[in-house]
Nanobody
C-alpha cells in the first residue's frame, strides 16, 4: 500500500511563495507518475501539475503555468510543488496523487490510483 503525505502548506500573502512536498512510502515511487491537484470550497478538484516517473514529461494546468514548478527526487521518494506569485484564487486544499505508469502523465483525477490527505494553502489579499 502506497502512502502519500503532503506538507508545506500554510498562510501566505498574495505575491508570496510556498513549496509543497509529498513524501511517499513503498517501493513504487520511481515507477509512478505523480501529480498535484487542488480543491477549493464548493469547487471541483482541479489539475495543477504532473510529472512522469523519469521527469521527462511535465504538464501544468493553465491557471498555474509560469508560476508553479513541479519536480521530483526519486532517491528521496518525494515530489515537490514550488508555487510562486501566489494569488488569492490559489487558495485550496492541495492533494498529491500517484499512479504506476511507464511513461506519460494524466491530467484527470480518475487516472490516479492513490492520494494523500491534502494540505491547506491560503493566500491572503
Amino acid at each position: 500500500q502506497v502512502q502519500l503525505v503532503e506538507s508545506g502548506g500554510g498562510l501566505v500573502q498574495a505575491g508570496g511563495s510556498l513549496r509543497l512536498s509529498c513524501a511517499t512510502s513503498g517501493r513504487t515511487f520511481s515507477s509512478s507518475a505523480m501529480a498535484w491537484f487542488r480543491q477549493a470550497p464548493g469547487k471541483e478538484r482541479e489539475f495543477v501539475a504532473a510529472i512522469s516517473r523519469t521527469g521527462i514529461s511535465i504538464d501544468y494546468g493553465d491557471s498555474v503555468k509560469g508560476r508553479f514548478t513541479i519536480s521530483r527526487d526519486n532517491a528521496k521518494g518525494t515530489v515537490y510543488l514550488q508555487m510562486n506569485s501566489l494569488k488569492p484564487e490559489d487558495t485550496a486544499v492541495y492533494y498529491c496523487a500517484g499512479r504506476s505508469a511507464f511513461r506519460g502523465v494524466g491530467v484527470t483525477a480518475q487516472w490516479y490510483q492513490y492520494w494523500g490527505q491534502g494540505t491547506q494553502v491560503t493566500v491572503s489579499s
